[in-house]
């Protein structure tokens, strides 16, 4: 394996997303050490960090108020889009920032970022990607790379799910669609 086409993918590790925030996912506390661990090989053997984010406006569509499913969280410059301080992401990580329009809402890491070009200019083929939520942000995410043609290893010790009985079921569908789960 080439160390040069590798890069992590840490996605929407936010404190509205962890535990005490808004739209907390359950047992999001435990991904810490395995994340913090990823990172120190990521930085070991050179390859790039990046770390997406809900980086949401005041009045955004997935708003509840505006009839979305989701509670207010990670709107722009709040507490609670700030990553959260337990990962240790170091400040050369890339932040990738998603769902930044007022009317338009993004799950997927590559939903209107151009990650993709972004990674393909920079020769990376394979994504280990962990981060919140298992079953939105991150299944959108691992199924977007892989359609774009990414090899994708999926850190199950770095995510955790809404819905925690649902988490095999995505381990398991994502596995199907062509995700390593490491």
């Given amino acids: 394996m080439n160390t040069g086409s590798n890069a992590l993918l840490l996605v929407d590790v936010q404190n509205d997303f962890c535990e005490g925030g808004s739209l907390a996912v359950p047992g999001s506390d435990e991904i810490f050490p395995a994340i913090n661990e990823w990172i120190g090989k990521a930085q070991e053997a050179g390859w790039p960090i990046l770390a997406s984010r ?3 406006t005041v009045d955004h569509i997935s708003f509840q108020d505006r009839g979305g499913p989701w509670p207010v969280h990670c709107v722009q410059d709040t507490p609670g889009a700030e990553f959260h301080p337990k990962m240790e992401l170091p400040d050369s990580a890339i932040r990738v920032s ?31 990607v962990a981060g919140l939520a298992l079953d939105v942000c991150v299944q959108a995410t691992v199924k977007d790379a892989l359609k774009l043609g990414f090899e994708v290893e999926l850190i199950t010790s770095g995510t955790r799910a809404v819905e925690a009985d649902e988490a095999p079921a995505v381990f398991e569908q994502l596995k199907e669609e062509g995700a390593e789960l490491c």
């Fill in 98 to 128: 998603k769902g930044t329009a007022f009317d338009t809402d993004a799950y997927s890491a590559f939903d209107g970022t151009e990650l993709d070009s972004y990674l393909r200019r920079h020769g990376i083929h394979r994504l280990f």
């Fill in 54 to 56: 809900d980086w949401h």
